[in-house]
Nanobody, 123 residues
Framework: QVQLVESGGGLVQAGGSLGLSCAAS????????MGWFRQAPGKEREFVAA????????YYADSVKGRFTISRNNARNTVYLQMNSLKPEDTAVYYC????????????????WGQGTQVTVSS
């Protein structure tokens, strides 16, 4: 497993942008598919975006498609989530997750999780 630490959350106005980072420990980061999930108060954790271990394939939830971009830098053991045109409904705790092997969009298939970072979008 890898250890994951998210950063970059904060408060932003609707329409603004925010970038999240997730730093991973370990020398096998490049063999892990990575994902971002979020959980709003009173709601279940939901898929946001995922990226293959090579970075060539990306997947997005319909609710963020065209606004969010997931990317990774395997040399830096880091995955990113660039969030643009933010909406109040994007407010949630955002989690980074890792999965050995192929990409997935189901939270239950990810083995390692970060502690989460709060993103708040004001209207």
């Amino acid at each position: 497993q890898v250890q994951l630490v998210e950063s970059g959350g904060g408060l932003v106005q609707a329409g603004g942008s925010l970038g999240l980072s997730c730093a991973a420990s370990g020398r096998t980061f490049s063999s892990y598919a990575m994902g971002w999930f979020r959980q709003a108060p009173g709601k279940e954790r939901e898929f946001v975006a995922a990226i293959s271990y090579t970075g060539r394939s990306t997947y997005y939830a319909d609710s963020v498609k065209g606004r969010f971009t997931i990317s990774r830098n395997n040399a830096r053991n880091t995955v990113y989530l660039q969030m643009n045109s933010l909406k109040p409904e994007d407010t949630a705790v955002y989690y980074c997750a890792a999965r050995a092997g192929t990409t997935a969009t189901q939270a239950s298939l990810f083995e390692s999780w970060g502690q989460g970072t709060q993103v708040t979008v004001s209207s």
